[in-house]
């Protein structure tokens, strides 16, 4: 089936400085991607969904300027978490919708630790 | 967008069949019900799709009754590996469509 591969799976960084992760599907062309936010013990909560060669639409209270979404080609969406700050600490986690039909397909997240 | 309620968590032994029933009662005419799995620190995964009736797969099956308000997520001869987040979902089958997920079910499987 269609796979997203999501980088890197872990990342600690210091407060201020910015994290990027990268959502790549392999072997199809996704031209809408979601991103989403998963707080331990709790369901995941889009956040955003990231459209290629436009702007990404953001949900309702997530920040745009802080949380920037780069959708330059068919196959990349990135996530920059800008300023990081301990609360921004959570489980992140690309999708992209199946190209067989199959639902969607999740990428294997991203475990971001601010200290 | 459809909401979902499903049951918190459910325990069970290995080798029992599994059943998780999920209530969608505002489900419009178009969307499909599909259900994923989520084992820690890992994306969800597909399990399965359907519309109506009966849906079987290699992992599971499905039941949807002809209101369509509700589905259950047979899991048959259920394996510690088993033991995850199952969440119901309803959605449009249109491409770009945004899931929302609800709570989930919490699946723990004992020996």
């Known amino acids: 089936g269609a796979v997203v591969s999501q980088h890197p799976s872990r990342v600690i960084c210091k407060s201020g400085t910015s994290v990027k992760i990268e959502c790549r599907s392999l072997?199809?062309?996704?031209?809408?991607m979601f991103w989403y936010r998963q707080f331990p013990k709790q369901s995941l909560m889009l956040m955003a969904t990231?459209?290629?060669?436009?702007?990404?639409?953001?949900e309702q209270g997530v920040e745009k300027d802080k949380f920037l979404i780069n959708h330059a080609s068919l196959t990349l969406s990135t996530l920059t978490v800008t300023s990081a700050h301990p609360e921004d600490s959570s489980f992140y986690i690309c999708?992209?919708?199946?190209?067989?039909?199959?639902?969607?397909?999740f990428g294997s997240g991203t475990r971001l630790t601010v200290v | 967008l459809a909401k979902t309620t499903q049951p918190i968590s459910m325990d069970s032994y290995e080798g029992q069949e599994v059943n998780i029933t999920c209530s969608h009662n505002?489900?419009?005419?178009?969307?499909?019900i599909t259900w994923y799995q989520q084992f820690p620190s890992q994306g969800p995964r597909f399990i399965i799709q359907?519309?109506?009736t009966k849906v079987t797969n290699e992992v599971a099956s499905l039941f949807i009754p002809a209101d369509r308000k509700s589905s259950t997520l047979s899991l048959p001869r259920v394996s510690l590996s088993d033991t995850a987040v199952y969440y119901c979902?309803?959605?449009?089958?249109?491409?770009?469509?945004?899931?929302?997920f609800g709570t989930g079910t919490q699946l723990k499987v004992e020996l």
């Open positions: 999708s992209a919708r199946d190209p067989q039909g199959l639902g969607y397909t």
């Open positions: 072997d199809f062309q996704a031209t809408t």
């Open positions: 990231s459209n290629e060669g436009s702007k990404a639409t953001y």
């Open positions: 505002n489900i419009a005419t178009n969307d499909y």
């Open positions: 359907g519309y109506k």
């Open positions: 979902l309803v959605v449009f089958p249109g491409g770009g469509n945004k899931l929302t």
